[in-house]
């Protein structure tokens, strides 16, 4: 989807080179887009675990910036390439390991457990250890340049700027009302979806994290356009850069939709074992059951011409202004079949790739710049806001909203 929205802005983008382990898929869109566009494609076969490979490809095209869309797996090791290269580096999701058994990684992370107090697997800390390496190669990598993270971080220093002297609590809200008419199935990676929504949920309240079981807290929100929905308090990550970079923040939490279909589904694969990410020997081949799991359930990108209805994602604030207090709602609406009109995508993907380009371009034209290592909360949200409404992601703002209990 980045692709497509990246074709439509070719006063930014003159060229792009498509890069993937699977060369037959990149091929396959630039075949499709080519035609709709005057940015010039190429398209490369790359292996994103191996450092070798991506700078040996980064020196051959010699981009700009490089636009990480693939699995959060690999983040560092595109990052590295990006320092040795001295490119400017730009993703939609904080790193995760694959192997969180790994022991060197599996160290820190019972440190970080300990010294801050959240479970989840994926955080920001070993990207951010990369601020210096960036800095003394003169580029920037820019973290979370998708929805949640990304527009939601936008959200907050909009608000900030133009709203608030100060925000106290923020809930950001993430409502999928899509139906895509299958007994079960995942809008993004089932791999990293699953991973996500099985492991326990927290939230950073007073200076500290609070950690709850996974799924344990349900609250009930009547999204406009959308309807009453049921949703549940996960962890995500653009909690741990808002609450360092707004440290005035009291309280801040993050709640997804859920139908209770797709929650028995999961409790079921998750009570089973299919959820894991521990190697098992079968028939003399070693699998991972939550990879097979991924074979086994529909490609989200085929869910396009099925799914019907829309999402809303947004954050609710409440704060002061001039020393009164305040409510607002920031939030866009996308509607599932409109978004795949334009470009053959339900609404997930496109809400995931039209601010990935815009994160591109911000970086690209020096609208936002830098050296060392951001988040898109760093940044003048202004010009970001204003790409949202141009490129098929307007927002709206209201007043004394409902508040989450």
Known sequence: ??????CQNSKVFSEMCIASRTLSKCDAMKDKWQPTTSVKITTAKVDANSKQDLVALINQYKPDLVLHLGLPYHDLVIMEACIECKVNYVDTASYEPEDIDEPVWRAKYEKRVKEKGFVAYFDYSDQWAMGDAFKKAGKMALLGGGFDPG?????????????????????????????????????????????????????????????????????????????QKDMYLLHHEEIESLTTNFPEIKRMRFFMTFGQSYLTHMKCLENVGMLSTIPIDFEGHKIVPIQFLKALLPDPSTLGPRTVGKTNIGCIFTGTKDGKKRTLYIYNV??????????????????????????????ATGTWKGTGVFNLENFDPDPFMDMLNQFGLPWKVVENPVLVD
């Open 1 to 6: 989807m980045a692709i497509a929205k990246i």
């Open 151 to 227: 527009v939601t971080n936008v959200f907050i220093a909009y608000a900030k700027k133009h709203y608030f002297d100060q925000i106290d609590y923020v809930d950001i809200l993430d409502c999928n009302g899509g139906d895509h008419g299958y007994p079960f199935a995942t809008n993004f990676n089932p791999e990293i979806n699953l991973r996500e929504v099985s492991a326990p949920g927290d939230y950073f309240e007073n200076g500290k994290w609070v950690g709850v079981p996974a799924m344990s807290v349900k609250r009930v929100y009547d999204f406009p356009e959308v309807g």
């Open 334 to 363: 996308c509607d599932h079949q409109e978004c795949y009109k334009e470009v053959g995508s339900q609404a997930i993907s496109y809400t995931t790739g039209v601010p990935a380009m815009i994160s591109a371009a911000m970086v």
